[in-house]
């Protein structure tokens, strides 16, 4: 078995502690897994990768339009997330949204068939890709406005405090985002009214065709929250070990009531920006170097070789079922209806 | 079962794309995520990654063939243990996904055939244009970005700004080539923060420099609206004279294709509200290049409204060394004598297809083409009214407190006995934008509406 001791595969995230800024927490150590943590988290990475993949495909067929921002490459940082919080914490994010969205445990059907547009699509087909809600599994969408949803997420947070439900509001946005003033408006309040958020920087290395070096003025995005007093750190976003690591510190530090916790979660986009991005800001061999150096899925994959905790046939196993159940969403998402056309005027008002 | 291949849509607006070329060759292994061909689309040339694994059987368009309609079989992958033999009985299968897939909306309703009664259509020239000017065709992509460099060259104080303007060459290419020509000190790629560079840009213009501010789309500019309304339109008033803000907002506006409630929407009305702005809304290439020219040799703030759809539009444009269209002045299209059709932008495109139906049904429109919201030229409106004594408005926008019902409003006040039926209005219905194919089409306008509401006001219905 791998000792996690330290990272071997990172992404070159420093994860040590600095004294750059007074609210430089040292990221804490990888926790070893067990085996059914790594089959977990291989099952549900893989089942994002397997529908992102599908999405993909159903878009050049022309069954989804307009915008399709695809996670692939990012699974381990919900994933790892998702495997720290407890029932009730929510979750918000942008545009990219599809993993977070399976991850909350929603149906990989209605998530399909809101991509198709379909009237059993989460929002009745009418949000799309980019807008998509489910108050039952505490995900509070799907933003089309990038840094939008950063003062949504502040908000949840005020709302846990105000009903004192031990709550935290798991708040995602983009390096690219990360320039947005709101953001800055939103971090003051939350640390002047010690609000239960979790900042979560997806730092992808790009905004659309724009690297963080070319955005921004500091490029280590976990420091973002020092001059209000936010601890920050930057967390290994390929290894879901480190990422659930990193998640359960900080959501201890929320629940203690000490405010909220930016974590820089370091991680990579393989596919562009969206459906239509022919993404030449990059060179193949960087996108090649990490999918084959620092995949998430086939780093929990050699870790369950390794230690015997599953065979190459039963690993086949659970890819093959993880298909069906994809394949049935995309079926679902392809057969179901489009809307009643009397839906274009209801849910615009009470 | 040989897998088909089919041509992948690959943006929001495409319906079709040149096969540019095949990295593949027959008789190729491919694997899942292998990219087997470059396809250009209307924006750019994207890789096509195999989705399956296989055997390259066969490929059934050859590379550098252009306008390969979506979802057509371009090659046919054969799965393991397949030989050749497969291929005919796949070849005499039919193609599949066109039963319930939704084919990409296509960008505009197809053009009805002309009737074979129409009369005569009556195009009067632009009076802008010189006699005798040649003509060329441009798509208003081209024409935008033509109308840039020329300002760009003429006047050093000019410079733009934008979210991907510079290296990326603009998100929907409408600054291509600007970087190479005028350099980073010009073309300059901001960070994603439309309120900061908004102020920014209002802060150099308040000192004299002439910038052109791109958001990506105007429903980024939602972020910055203060900058553009409190700071750029009231300066000049404020500062009893002495300072005001040369510069350009633009980008485009209003719908595109599916991408939903918070990515579509016109703001025609919303800038057109504020005293100390101009309010361009361009349909053709011409209207494109001629306005956009002016508006950045304006002195005052410009706010101009383009449209995703019609970027890839072609126009014959007049090939002018210097062709500048005046703020502030409609266009009449085409003349007519039953009724008035008024549109700008994108609206004007179903207005046009419906005088062209209305025609064949014996009813002549007169359709005028806006080309500025701010200021409004009325006048060009009430002459045609006077004449016509009917009018219709078309537009995608909200209808209340719409462009439409302030037109309403001063036809009513300054024709009203000229008036032989009510105003009438064709808008985008009063819903957020949704997703689904069915309904975004029903929250559009369309022809069929245009030519309803020209019944209604001609009592031929
Ligand atoms: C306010 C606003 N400005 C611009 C855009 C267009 N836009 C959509 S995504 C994006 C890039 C965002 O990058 P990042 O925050 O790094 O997130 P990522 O896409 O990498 O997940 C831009 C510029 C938008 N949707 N909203
Ligand atoms: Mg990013």
């Keep these: 078995m791998a000792t996690a001791t330290k990272s071997t595969t990172g992404t070159g995230a420093r994860t040590t502690g600095r004294s750059r800024g007074a609210a430089k927490k040292a990221a804490p150590a990888i926790a070893e897994f067990d085996k059914d943590q790594e089959l977990h988290a291989y099952k549900e990475m893989l089942l994002i990768r397997r529908f992102e993949e599908k999405a993909g495909q159903l878009y050049g067929m022309g069954y989804i339009g307009g915008f399709c921002h695809l996670y692939i490459g990012q699974e381990a940082v919900v994933v790892g997330m998702q495997m720290a919080k407890k029932d009730g914490d929510q979750m918000i994010t942008a545009y990219r949204d599809h993993g977070h969205m399976l991850a909350m445990d929603l149906d990989p059907k209605g998530v399909m068939a809101e991509l198709t547009g379909r009237r059993g699509g989460l929002s009745k087909g009418k949000g799309g ?34 009903r004192e439900n031990g709550n935290v509001c798991m708040t995602f946005f983009g390096d690219g985002a990360a320039n947005q003033g709101q953001i800055y408006e939103s971090f003051n309040m939350a640390a002047l009214w010690k609000l239960p958020v979790i900042y979560v920087i997806e730092n992808n290395r790009y905004g659309m065709g724009t690297s963080v070096e070319r955005a921004s003025s500091t490029t280590d995005l976990s420091q973002r929250g020092v001059s209000f007093g936010i601890p920050g750190e930057q967390v290994d976003g390929m290894d879901v070990r ?50 084959t150096e620092h995949d998430p899925i086939e780093q929990v994959r050699a870790r369950l070789l390794d230690a015997n905790w599953a065979t190459e046939d039963e690993l086949k196993a659970i890819d093959k079922d993880v298909r069906a159940r994809v394949a049935e969403a995309a079926e679902f998402a392809q057969t179901d209806p489009e809307p009643d056309p009397s839906e274009l005027y209801t849910d615009i008002l009470l | 079962m040989p897998i088909d291949i089919l041509m992948p849509a690959l943006s ?54 252009d306008a390969v309609k979506v979802n057509e079989k371009i090659a046919v992958l054969l799965g393991e243990g397949e030989d050749a033999s497969a291929l005919d009985a796949a070849a005499s299968a039919p193609a599949p996904a066109a039963d319930n897939g939704p084919a990409p909306v296509p960008a505009q309703p197809v053009a009805s055939a002309p009737h074979p009664q129409a009369p005569a259509i009556d195009t ?61 000190k010009r073309v300059i790629d901001t960070p994603i923060t439309e309120h900061g560079f908004a102020g920014l840009g209002v802060g150099a213009a308040m000192t004299g420099l002439k910038p052109i501010v ?10 910055a609206i203060d900058q553009i309304i409190n700071s750029a339109a009231k300066t000049l008033y404020m500062s009893g004279g002495q300072m005001g803000a040369p510069i350009v907002f633009r980008g485009p506006n209003g719908a595109a294709a599916r991408v939903g409630a918070q990515h579509s929407q016109d703001y025609a009305s919303w800038y057109a509200h504020v005293p100390g702005l101009k309010v361009v809304q361009p349909y053709s290439a011409a ?131 000229y008036l032989d039926a009510p105003v009438l209005r064709v808008t985008g219905k009063d819903v957020p934008m949704p997703y689904a194919a069915n309904l975004e089409k029903l929250a559009l306008p369309s022809v069929p509406e245009v030519i309803d509401a020209v019944k209604a006001v001609t009592y031929t219905a």
């Design chain 2, 12 to 65: 929001p607006t495409m319906e079709e794309g040149k096969l540019a070329k095949w990295l593949k060759a027959e008789g190729d292994t491919v694997s899942a995520g292998d990219v087997i061909a470059e396809i250009e689309t209307d924006k750019a040339t994207m890789e096509v990654e195999a989705v399956d694994e296989g055997v390259l059987g066969k490929i059934l368009v050859a590379e550098g063939t």
């Design chain 2, 287 to 417: 209207d494109a290049k001629g306005l956009l020219k002016a508006a950045i040799r304006d002195p005052n703030p410009v706010v101009f409204l383009e449209n995703e759809i019609l970027y890839g539009h072609s126009f014959e444009i007049p090939d002018m060394e210097d062709f500048v269209l005046p703020i502030g002045k409609a266009k009449i299209e085409r003349a007519g004598t039953d009724v008035t059709l008024v549109s700008w932008g994108i609206g004007m495109t179903y207005t046009m297809k419906a005088a062209d139906e209305l025609a064949g049904m014996g009813i002549s429109a007169e359709v005028i083409n806006l080309r500025t919201i701010r200021p409004l030229d009325i006048d060009t409106v009430l002459a045609s009214v006077r004449k016509t004594g009917r009018i219709v408005t078309i537009e995608e926008a909200f209808p209340m407190c719409s462009v439409s019902a302030e037109i309403a409003y001063q036809v009513q006040e300054q024709a009203f006995d």
């Design chain 2, 214 to 223: 791109e958001f990506m789309t105007f429903n980024f500019a939602m972020q």
């Design chain 1, 129 to 162: 890709s980019m807008h998509m809600f489910s108050k039952e599994k505490h995900f509070y969408g799907g933003h089309g406005i990038v840094g939008a949803q950063v003062s949504l997420g502040t908000g949840i947070g005020f709302a846990n405090k105000y």
């Design chain 2, 124 to 184: 009067p020239a632009d009076p802008e244009v010189p006699e005798g000017t040649q003509m060329k065709s441009s798509t208003v992509r081209e024409a935008l970005r033509d109308a840039m460099a020329e300002e760009m060259r003429r006047d050093g104080d000019v410079f733009i700004m934008g979210e991907e303007v510079a290296e990326y060459q603009g998100a929907y290419k409408i600054t291509q080539g600007l970087l190479d020509e005028f350099g980073p």
């Design chain 1, 242 to 291: 480190a990422v659930m690591a990193a998640s359960e510190n900080a959501l201890e530090y929320c629940r203690a009531g000490k405010g909220p916790f930016i974590l820089e979660m370091i991680t990579y986009r393989y596919r562009g920006h969206s459906m239509s991005d022919p993404a030449k800001y990059r060179s193949k061999d960087e996108v090649q170097k990490m999918r």
